[in-house]
């Protein structure tokens, strides 16, 4: 199993400041890698897929680099409606999809 | 607009039955694979299964592989996952999901629905 691993766990930000993700995988990925925004009691939302091709409707202060085992989601400048849970997903065939443990953005 | 709508949650006993649906409507549903992705109680995501956008394939992770199956039926636009044999880590809530590409699999989940709850405890 490919195991991803997201840090930090919290990420604590204001709005207006630039937030920076990291998602490292234990083999390569290519580029076969997704990024989604969760919030509260809500369902996940695809952003960003094969790690830098915004979602329809992502906007444009999202964006997704990286390649191999090592990947980054930044956010260009926080907006109110960004903090919130964050997952990076592998999608090599064999063996299974994965999810990483999650990375929390919170209002600082 | 993609709609998906999970039914079929519930509180079973350990070794219990479950089968969840999910309905689809805004896109050609048989054009699409379609997953199921769980979420434990305060944790994060774990992909379940997938099948084909014509029904003819599927895929299950290993933690489900023997007691899960899934289906659809293109006429009702419908999604199921037949959960049997359940153990108490199979405690979640159930989101059905849209494969991004039509056609092919590309186990991105671009659309989703709001989740089912299911609960295995005696």
């Known amino acids: 199993e490919i195991v991803l691993t997201q840090s930090p766990v919290t990420l604590s930000l204001s709005p207006g400041e630039r937030a920076t993700l990291s998602c490292r995988a234990s083999?390569?990925?290519?580029?076969?890698l997704a990024w989604y925004q969760q919030k509260p009691g809500q369902a996940p939302r695809l952003l960003i897929y094969?790690?830098?091709n915004r979602a329809t409707g992502t906007p444009a202060r999202f964006s997704g680099r990286g390649s191999g085992t090592d990947f980054t989601l930044t956010i260009s400048s926080l907006e109110p409606e960004d903090f919130a849970v964050y997952y990076c997903?592998?999608?090599?065939?064999?063996?299974?999809?994965?999810f990483g443990g999650g990375t929390k953005v919170e209002i600082k | 607009q993609v709609q998906l709508v999970e039914s079929g949650g519930g509180v079973v006993q350990p070794g219990g039955s479950l089968r969840l649906s999910c309905a689809a409507s805004?896109?050609?549903?048989?054009?699409?694979?379609m997953h199921w992705v769980r979420q434990a109680p305060g944790k994060g995501l774990e992909w379940v299964a997938v099948?084909?956008?014509?029904?003819?394939?599927?895929d299950f992770d290993d933690s489900v592989k023997g007691r899960f199956t899934i289906s659809r039926d293109k006429w009702k636009n419908t999604v199921y996952l037949e959960m049997n044999s359940l153990r108490a880590e199979d405690t979640a809530v159930y989101y059905c999901?849209?494969?991004?590409?039509?056609?092919?699999?590309?186990?991105?989940?671009?659309?989703w629905g709001k989740g089912t709850t299911v609960t295995v405890s005696s």
């Open positions: 999901a849209k494969d991004l590409y039509s056609g092919h699999r590309s186990y991105y989940m671009v659309a």
């Open positions: 094969d790690a830098s």
């Open positions: 997903q592998q999608r090599t065939k064999r063996p299974k999809p994965t």
């Open positions: 099948i084909s956008y014509d029904g003819s394939n599927e």
């Open positions: 083999q390569s990925v290519n580029s076969l």
């Open positions: 805004g896109f050609h549903f048989s054009s699409y694979d």
